[in-house]
């Protein structure tokens, strides 16, 4: 199960050891399916996790973009773009910092 930053694997674990003793699952297919109950009742009490990442990614995005634009449009106004030893200059103080 992949858990998101901020989700107990210890918590996940009970949950399905709870499962387990509820069900009381006997052979692969029915472990299986206690399996996905876990992963999907998980999922389903940690929505505001997974929102709360895929928030931060999109915003993550935002920002990334914004900034490559930015540093593209300093590199034409400047016209470094014809000179190999500013442009690495350039680089290094734009991005590596």
Partial sequence: M????????????KLHRDLI?????????EEDIVWTMARILWRKRHMHTFG???????????IELRHRSEIGKRLMDERIVHSPA????????NVES
Avoid at 52 to 60: P, T, V
């Fill in 2 to 13: 992949g858990l998101l930053s901020g989700e107990s694997p210890v918590e996940f674990e």
């Fill in 21 to 29: 003793a509820e069900h009381s699952p006997n052979g692969v297919l």
């Fill in 52 to 62: 709360a990442c895929r928030r931060a990614w999109e915003r993550y995005d935002q």
């Fill in 86 to 93: 500013f442009l690495t200059s350039f680089l290094r103080r």
